[in-house]
């Protein structure tokens, strides 16, 4: 076959037939149907164009594209994706179906199918904010979750946590090594004593009382308001999202969600998959990136996509290779 195209056909139904469909778009996505074109694999990406870090003007921390805008980024994979002979399609994945044959059904909410001899789900997740108004706007730009994505950019800067949470005193030790002007904001969480002595002995400040707003001036974060009216100054406030997977089509296959935790709390949800080479509970699923995996950053949601790739056409040349032996044999 000259390209990845060549391998595609039609089913009973009309369908294309791709080897893989990767469903999402993001760094994960991408990277898996950029390896499985240049294996000589016809690819399709179901891409409903929401990435998780869309709001971020930066991503940091993926070696080689430090500073990068996340659009870019993901423009120049599906250039590349696309110069293999790989598709992509706007659109967004509402669920799938084992069929009898073998292989799978994918749904598109336009009413559209598509057929694939193995799934590859990449979804990601949505980043549930605490319920404070204003966060949602400033997301990803001075409201902020993760010090490993911007706390280069806010260094030293007087930084809030907002204790909406039970990781919030996590958050503050761990913020305070970029800022030592970083503030706990105590909203509705209490506070123990252990929690008070161990925040005093890092010179890291306590302010009681629950936060109502956010303090913008010239489309920069200044601080935030509490309910008595009081403004507490910062350049930055760093929340703590529930990280929610978007397990819509896992979970139509009947793989369940299960619940994250971080020293002990639950922070989230995810689909479990193998963590070596995305393999899920149902033959012939893989997942990548943060649906599986919801701590990763792109550079690791991008290498678990290429991990999984992997595993998904090292099946595909086992099964090729048990039907050539039957036609062998047949002919024999």
């Known amino acids: 076959m000259d390209n990845a195209r ?12 791709f080897d893989v469909v990767v469903v999402g778009g993001g760094a994960a996505g991408l990277a898996a149907a950029l390896t499985l074109v240049r294996a000589r694999r016809s690819v399709l990406v179901i891409d409903s164009g929401s990435p998780r870090n869309a709001p971020a003007a930066h991503l940091h921390g993926y070696l080689g594209q430090d500073g990068e805008s996340p659009a870019a980024l993901l423009a120049r994979g599906r250039a590349e994706v696309t110069g293999y002979g790989g598709e992509i399609r706007q659109g967004t994945a509402i669920a799938a179906d084992r069929l009898p044959g073998g292989g799978f059904l994918v749904r598109c909410g336009d009413g559209s199918t598509v057929r694939a001899r193995r799934l590859l789900v990449a979804t990601g997740l949505v980043d549930e904010l605490p319920s404070v108004p204003g966060l949602r706007a400033r997301w990803g730009r001075d409201v902020l ?6 706390g280069w950019e806010v260094r030293d800067l007087p930084l809030a946590v907002l204790a909406d949470g039970p990781l919030a005193v996590h958050q503050a030790q761990l913020w305070r090594h970029w800022s030592g002007r970083t503030t706990l904001l105590a909203h509705t969480r209490g506070l123990t004593g252990a929690d008070r002595e161990l ?5 890291v400040r306590v302010v009681e009382g629950e936060v109502t707003g956010l303090a913008v001036e010239e489309d920069r974060l200044t601080g935030v308001t509490l309910a008595d009216g009081a403004v507490v100054e910062c350049g930055a406030l760093v929340v703590a999202p529930r990280f929610t997977a978007r397990s819509g089509v896992l979970t139509s296959l009947g793989l369940p969600t299960t619940a994250v935790e971080r020293d002990g709390h639950v ?11 995305g393999a899920t509970a149902l033959r012939g699923v893989w997942a990548a990136g943060n649906v599986t995996a919801p701590m990763e950053q792109s550079a690791g949601a991008a290498a678990q996509g290429v991990r999984a790739a992997v595993a998904v056409n090292a099946d595909l ?11 062998h044999r047949a002919g024999a």
């Open 6 to 17: 060549d391998s595609r056909n039609s089913g009973d139904a009309g369908d294309d037939v």
């Open 145 to 150: 979750h993760c010090p490993y994505c911007h």
């Open 199 to 203: 925040l005093a002995a890092l010179d």
């Open 267 to 277: 922070v989230g949800t995810c689909v479990e998959s193998d963590p070596a080479t």
């Open 317 to 327: 040349i086992e099964e090729e290779a048990r039907r050539a032996v039957e036609v």
